[in-house]
């Protein structure tokens, strides 16, 4: 609206000049070289017009003719632009429908006419890593992590391909540059993470995990915070028990139900004496998770205790959770080690319907103790080979009979305390020393393998106690499925090198 205001105030302005002008005529006069030329000043204004326009026109055509060159190359220049982005279209299309034979096509169109350009680049890496051209993604990946524009999708590029090909101390490095130049990069600051957590770094690890505080929610960084705070604690309390009490306390402080914590700061605080703080400190935990550990602790609070001593906090503790199996466990342990046999076979008598593996065991304990029933003692233990499994630290298809701070695949706070929920496997048993095979029936959690960084002895995350055993289920056997490529979108839970995409 204003500009139409605008317009009619200076159309009205330029019709009021021209009104006064022919209001006032007069006549010009020009004298130059002995020619005389008179004229009206309207004749000479409308000249002066058709001078200019004249003037205007010719110096159009004479700035179009030496432009032209110019003008020509850059039509060509963005005609070409315009084929190689619709060859980079179509190309990046046919490696998202898996048409290798057009990407490639598309890809050499594209490197023909722009091969230098980024997505040029990424199509290139892209139809390399369709079809099967693993030195052809590589290197595609090592021109982008070259680039300023594109270092970060070239190191993640080349920290997969090298995850891929196994080579893990190439994956770290590639990983560590990337975190080093972008700390907001949430794949390679996990990668780094996760490299440090499987080979026990779990100084290192805390301070990463300093660094990326801003980009975690407080929740999460408080839990990832106090497991590896634990698994310090664990990894240091044969050597340091002033720093593993230290770390433990924090660690429970941070997450007071973090059932490895706990156990852990129950056992440092009842060693120091502090049997009122440790109490509350396992108190809290089993009432949100009863544990072995946590009762084990509770009952040994001072040592040198009477067994009856520790059956009397053992039954205090039971009833805080009444109904619960781990409760019953550990007050039928501690009545039998009190030879209080009546209160042993009423903590596990609502079980015995159904026995778990170790009410099983612990009932032939129970029969040889009270009874020396030799025949009872092989009946109950013949039914606990058969019985329905006991919950277990499980995480990713692997199970332990110890807590883990990181699972093989490298995820942080992976292993839960859980009965592993469907089929029936048998799997081979590693031992804590030499490899011992044989044939333990277990069951296979439901969370999918994952195959992140390399599997690093399960030996270096914390210290082995006695005969401790860690299992693992073998992968089951699956159509072989093409590997997929980098996604254009670098999401937080890349699925890892090996993933299969279902679409």
Request: charged residues 25%; glycine residues 8%.
């Amino acid at each position: 609206m204003i500009r139409v205001i605008l317009f009619l105030i200076i159309v009205g302005a330029l019709a009021l000049g021209v009104a006064w002008l022919a209001d006032r005529p007069g006549d010009v006069v020009v004298t130059w070289q002995g020619l005389r030329i008179e004229t009206s000043l309207m004749v000479l204004g409308g000249a002066v017009l058709v001078v200019t326009a004249a003037i205007a026109l010719v110096w159009s055509t004479l700035r179009a003719v030496v432009r032209s060159p110019f003008l020509l190359k850059r039509h060509l220049r963005r005609r070409r632009g315009e084929r190689a982005y619709e060859a980079i279209s179509r190309g990046l299309i046919a490696v998202g429908a898996g048409n290798l034979a057009a990407a490639r096509k598309h890809t050499a169109d594209a490197n023909r006419m722009v091969a230098a350009e980024p997505l040029a680049l990424l199509l290139s890496a892209q139809a390399a890593q369709l079809g099967g051209d693993r030195g052809g993604a590589e290197t595609a990946f090592r021109e982008m992590a070259g680039r300023a524009d594109t270092k970060a999708l070239g190191l993640r590029g080349l920290f997969i391909e090298a995850q891929r090909r196994g080579d893990h101390s190439s994956a770290h490095a590639f990983a560590e540059e990337a975190a080093r130049d972008n700390p907001q990069l949430g794949w390679a600051g996990k990668a780094v993470l996760e490299f440090r957590c499987l080979t026990g770094d779990w100084a290192g690890a805390l301070a990463l995990l300093e660094n990326q505080k801003p980009a975690l929610d407080k929740e999460t960084y408080r839990r990832q915070r106090a497991v590896l705070l634990t698994a310090r604690a664990l990894a240091v309390e044969d050597t340091d028990r002033d720093g593993a009490r230290a770390y433990a306390l924090e660690a429970v402080k941070l997450v007071p139900t973090l059932v490895p914590a706990a156990a852990l700061a129950g056992r440092v605080l009842a060693e120091g004496g502090e049997l009122r703080k440790a109490s509350r400190v396992v108190n809290k935990a089993w009432g949100a998770q009863p544990h072995p550990d946590l009762a084990e602790v509770f009952a040994n609070l001072r040592f040198g205790d009477a067994a009856r001593d520790r059956l009397k906090r053992i039954e205090s503790l039971a009833k805080k959770v009444p109904g619960h199996i781990e409760g019953a466990l550990a007050l039928g342990r501690a009545a039998l080690d009190a030879q209080e046999f009546a209160k042993a076979r009423a903590a596990l008598a609502p079980y015995l319907a159904a026995p778990t593996k170790r009410v099983a065991v612990l009932m032939a304990e129970l029969e040889r103790a009270e009874r020396n029933d030799e025949g009872r003692a092989r009946e109950w233990i013949a039914r606990a080979l058969n019985a329905a499994p006991d919950p277990t630290w499980t995480a990713e298809g692997h199970t332990s009979n110890r807590w883990l701070p990181v699972s093989p695949g490298g995820r942080i706070d992976a292993f839960e305390w859980r009965v592993p929920l469907t089929g029936i496997v048998s799997v081979p048993l590693i031992e804590g020393g030499p490899a011992e095979a044989a044939a333990t029936p277990i069951a296979i959690a439901p969370e999918p393998m994952a195959e992140k960084a390399a599997a690093a002895p399960l030996e270096v995350l914390a210290p082995r106690r006695g005969n401790e055993r860690h299992q693992s289920i073998p992968e089951a056997k699956t159509e072989p499925k093409p590997e997929p490529v980098i996604p254009l979108v670098v999401v937080p839970d890349d699925p890892g090198p090996n993933a299969i995409e279902e679409h």
